[in-house]
Nanobody, 127 residues
Framework: EVPVVESGGGSVQAGGSLRLSCAYSGDTISSYSMGWFRQAPGKEREGVAAIDSDGSTNYADSVKGRFTISQDKADNTLFLQMNSLKPEDTAMYYC?????????????????????WGKGTLVTISS
């Protein structure tokens, strides 16, 4: 069983919105920080938004004010609401969990602190 599964990607025009979902399983994950990462072709994977087990959140500067991460622990689901989308938001988006802080997760190379990964969902924004 795959512990982390993303959904909700798609193609929208610039200025539009998408909501990504991540269904996760396993008692261990409930105590981990979780985050959304993205990787565009030829670029390094980057942390977009992350949430600690206590609900604290952190965001990459490039998405602050546009993206919102949230978590429904009762339903074991992580969300990423993406508004005012830009062509530069185009990427494969991944959900991940790990024993790191949300602040570290969105810092440079923050992906190294995450240990459980989904397979990703593609987001394409056209101008």
């Amino acid at each position: 069983e795959v512990p982390v599964v993303e959904s909700g990607g798609g193609s929208v025009q610039a200025g539009g919105s998408l909501r990504l979902s991540c269904a996760y399983s396993g008692d261990t994950i409930s105590s981990y920080s979780m985050g959304w990462f993205r990787q565009a072709p030829g670029k390094e994977r980057e942390g977009v938004a992350a949430i600690d087990s206590d609900g604290s959140t952190n965001y990459a500067d490039s998405v602050k004010g546009r993206f919102t991460i949230s978590q429904d622990k009762a339903d074991n689901t992580l969300f990423l609401q993406m508004n005012s989308l830009k062509p530069e938001d185009t990427a494969m988006y991944y959900c991940a969990a790990g024993q790191t802080s949300s602040r570290a997760a969105v810092a440079r190379r923050g992906y190294t602190g995450m240990s459980l990964w989904g397979k990703g969902t593609l987001v394409t924004i056209s101008s």
